[in-house]
């Protein structure tokens, strides 16, 4: 019940920042929109963001499989590595990386029991896809995608 009462508030903190982030996205403030990313990431985590953008996938994974799993965790972690894709994309940058590993991040995450969350994050991993297929993808990407399009 504690472990439950605290992910709740983890994810409230999460949604009210991801939110503003989501907001100045739209606005076109993306330096402020990256603010907000660096704190979620740095309340929910207790990691630097850009930290975190220097790992590869793999090492995400590993990083985030420490102590004990909670898949909820990758789930926000994809969030913020979707959102960053997104701002990158409007100001004309390079995004792949970003859609790479919140494609990972999901995937991995999906494996959570709560079939609410699943919903919830379901369009979310469905836009990376999306964003993912407009580049030569990997054969493991491709893979994956083929696997997840199969079960969904």
């Not at 709740?8 to 100045?24: C, D, N, P, Y």
């Not at 975190?52 to 102590?67: A, C, E, R």
């Not at 079939?115 to 491709?142: D, G, T």
């Amino acid at each position: 019940m504690l472990q439950k009462d605290f992910l709740m508030r983890i994810f409230e903190q999460f949604s009210k920042l991801i939110t503003q982030a989501i907001l100045k996205k739209e606005q076109g403030f993306f330096e402020d929109a990256k603010v907000d990313l660096q704190t979620a990431c740095e309340k929910v985590f207790g990691l630097d963001f850009n930290f975190l953008k220097s790992q590869t996938p793999t090492d995400l994974l590993n990083l985030l499989k420490i102590g004990e799993t909670e898949y909820e965790k990758f789930l926000l972690l994809a969030e913020l590595f979707k959102e960053e894709g997104e701002i990158l994309e409007k100001q004309g940058f390079e995004s792949y990386l970003s859609f790479e590993k919140s494609f990972y991040l999901f995937v991995e995450g999906f494996q959570t029991q709560d079939s609410e969350l699943k919903a919830e994050f379901l369009p979310k991993l469905q836009s990376v896809i999306s964003k993912l297929r407009k580049y030569q993808l990997p054969l493991q990407i491709e893979q994956k995608i083929l696997l997840f399009d199969s079960v969904k």
